[in-house]
């Protein structure tokens, strides 16, 4: 059973940067992929950005596009996601998730294994 545990969430100023880092449990850690999603309350969870189990096809929402920066390390089973020129619409609860395959995917359901979140607050 995978365990998935994020970290570097925090309070951060508008404009500033923040780097949130998800270290995976278990084997064979580049076999998957893994993506960042992000709920904020009353809100559906939403995709931010995945990367394929060997570093490849990055994918990315539109509001995280040219300012988030997924990448991942696989001699360490730990994922990141740079953020950088945040604002208050960053802010929520940013959850990492490893997918059933290799392939990066934006959709929930192709995600098997998530971390309980970590708040990221960015004030204006």
């Known amino acids: 059973q995978v365990q998935l545990v994020e970290s570097g969430g925090g309070l951060v100023q508008a404009g500033g940067s923040l780097r949130v880092s998800c270290a995976a449990s278990g084997p064979l850690f580049n076999l998957y992929a893994m993506g960042w999603f992000r709920q904020t309350p009353g809100k559906e969870r939403e995709f931010v950005a995945s990367i394929g189990g060997i570093g490849n096809t990055l994918l990315y929402a539109r509001s995280a596009k040219g300012r988030f920066t997924i990448s991942r390390d696989n001699s360490k089973n730990t994922a990141y996601l740079q953020m950088n020129s945040l604002n208050s619409e960053d802010t929520a609860i940013y959850y990492c998730?490893?997918?059933?395959?290799?392939?990066?995917?934006?959709?929930?359901?192709?995600?098997?294994?998530w971390g309980q979140g970590t708040q990221v607050t960015v004030s204006s």
């Open positions: 998730a490893r997918a059933s395959t290799w392939k990066s995917s934006t959709l929930p359901n192709d995600y098997n294994a």
